[in-house]
């Protein structure tokens, strides 16, 4: 079965860290592009970082308000793919998905959603 | 504020087709593939329309996207009560060097 499974999250107080984990199977793992996504409380959809696969160099990009404070990392031979988050506040509040970028085959394949709940 | 600007509701009756609008710039739209994704209550999105107007497997010919410019839109005809859902576009920005979404667009079917 094609799938992502995410893990992790969960509440943090403001300047605190986690990581998120989602676990890929039933397709190739290493062609993927694979991006973090977020749904915050007001259901807009935001990107969060996206890495490419090995093949294409491993890039890493992100979205400017996250920059310098998350990381987003892969593992093809686990055929995961992390995103770590430090210094969080409470606008990193929302509901985090994995998911591949169809700019590779198309490809759409979406974790279940996670929530991170930023609060002191 | 989104990058992106959709209209944050459209409606429709059974049967006829309605199209939601995403307007961009010149350092995304016009530039970049667009991508279309329909997100049902409760659940993750769907890939409806990649790459401005092709269709990944699996998705009814109802839905089709198109590209002019520095705006897209998805027009979806012959609607169903099913298609009541929130919808995406997105592509990437190179002048923030990054992958923006439009605000979405809440489709009810009257």
């Known amino acids: 079965e094609v799938q992502l499974v995410q893990s992790g999250g969960g509440l943090v107080k403001p300047g605190g860290s986690l990581r998120l984990s989602c676990a890929a199977s039933?397709?190739?793992?290493?062609?993927?592009?694979m991006n973090w996504v977020r749904q915050g409380p007001g259901k807009r959809l935001e990107w969060v970082a996206r890495?490419?696969?090995?093949?294409?160099?491993?890039?890493?990009t992100y979205a400017a308000p996250v920059k310098g404070r998350f990381t987003i990392s892969r593992d093809d031979f686990m055929k995961t793919v992390y995103l770590q988050m430090n210094s969080l506040n409470t606008e990193d509040t929302a509901v985090y998905y994995c998911?591949?970028?169809?700019?590779?085959?198309?490809?759409?394949?979406w974790g279940q959603g996670t929530l991170v709940s930023v609060s002191s | 504020q989104s990058v992106l600007t959709q209209p944050p509701s459209a409606s429709g009756t059974p049967g006829q087709r309605v199209t939601i609008s995403c307007s961009g710039s010149?350092?995304?739209?016009?530039?970049?593939?667009v991508y279309w994704y329909q997100q049902l209550p409760g659940t993750a999105p769907k890939l409806l329309i990649h790459?401005?107007?092709q269709r990944p497997s699996g998705v009814p010919d109802r839905f089709s996207g198109s590209k002019s410019g520095t705006s897209a839109s998805l027009a979806i005809s012959g609607l169903r009560s099913e298609d009541e859902a929130d919808y995406y576009c997105?592509?990437?920005?190179?002048?923030?060097?990054?992958?923006?979404f439009g605000g979405g667009t809440q489709l009810t079917v009257l």
């Open positions: 790459r401005d107007n």
């Open positions: 998911t591949t970028d169809p700019y590779i085959d198309a490809l759409d394949v």
């Open positions: 890495i490419k696969s090995h093949f294409h160099g491993g890039t890493t």
């Open positions: 010149s350092s995304n739209i016009a530039i970049n593939y």
């Open positions: 039933g397709f190739t793992f290493s062609n993927a592009w």
């Open positions: 997105v592509t990437w920005d190179d002048s923030v060097t990054g992958a923006v």
